[in-house]
């Protein structure tokens, strides 16, 4: 009989990436992070010790705790939440469990540093189409949900960033930017250690509509037509960005669960 108070890493894994993905804190004790320092997608990192004093930020939100092993300090912490009214789960076998697996691990030696609230802080371009969506959804999906996005003149990127601390993507010359025939999507991607079947499949469209390369995806197509639409519904960067996040959440899922399934009509003869 399965626990009310555990989920498996198979359990897990279904949820990661989606939009209602509970929230993943990582309660390893410092020893073990040292030993891999990689996180589960979006997790975030705690200690045990002082879980009295920010237990009660989590109120109203789902949370799953993760240490080493899944035992003593996950289950203490997970405890701990329940006892603020904190809807928590232990994962099962913690961090090894996930790891063999074969979960998604995220590797944060590129992750930009977090603000005083906790959270990373990106700009790039206003007006965006195809990567500046792709890219952020990328992130709040996968790293951080809680990233913040400032969308500037062209011009004043690099300013931007360098005044208020801000990563800068998608434009020439820095580190978060296309690299070849590769868009800024595939980077990160890459540089965060999220190639996986569904995500290496989005990327692929997401390279086609971005680079013009239609052909080289079928869905690419419908992508950026409905990344243009978008575009001329919104004034507001932000708008869009919101709008956008529920357009690559359905990529996703098609990309994960649904890319094999057909639709015909009709189903069938009429039947009188």
């Known amino acids: 009989m399965s626990s009310n108070i555990s989920i498996s890493a198979a359990q897990l894994s279904r949820l990661v990436g989606l939009p209602d993905a509970p929230v993943i804190i990582d309660v390893r004790i410092p020893d073990d992070v040292a030993a891999d320092p990689r996180i589960l997608p979006g997790s975030e990192r705690r200690s045990h010790k002082d879980v009295a004093d920010w237990a009660g930020g989590y109120a109203g939100r789902r949370v799953v705790v993760s240490c080493q092993r899944g035992l003593k300090l996950s289950e203490g912490v997970a405890a701990w939440l329940r006892h603020q009214g904190v809807a928590a789960e232990n994962l099962t076998g913690g961090f090894e469990a996930w790891r063999e697996a074969g979960g998604l691990l995220l590797r944060n030696e590129q992750l930009p540093p977090r603000d005083a609230n906790g959270r990373t802080l990106w700009v790039t371009r206003t007006r965006p189409k195809v990567d500046r969506i792709a890219c952020p959804w990328l992130i709040r999906r996968f790293v951080d949900r809680e990233a913040v996005f400032l969308f500037v003149s062209p011009s004043e990127v690099a300013d931007v960033a360098d005044r208020f601390g801000a990563t800068p993507f998608d434009i020439d010359g820095v580190f978060w930017s296309h690299r070849g025939e590769r868009c800024t999507f595939d980077v990160m991607i890459e540089e965060f ?10 990327a692929a469209i997401v390279r086609a509509a971005d680079t013009a390369t239609l052909d080289s995806a079928p869905q ?22 919101n709008a956008g996040m529920l357009l690559y959440d359905a990529f996703y899922r098609w990309c994960r669960d649904a890319n094999e399934e057909t639709h015909n009509w009709p189903a069938g003869p009429a039947t009188s």
Request: zero cysteines; glycine letters at 10%.
């Open 193 to 202: 250690g999220l190639a996986s079947p569904a995500l290496d499949r989005l």
């Open 220 to 241: 690419a197509a419908g992508l950026l037509a409905a990344s243009l639409g978008l575009s001329r519904m919104f004034r507001d960067d932000l708008e869009q960005l």
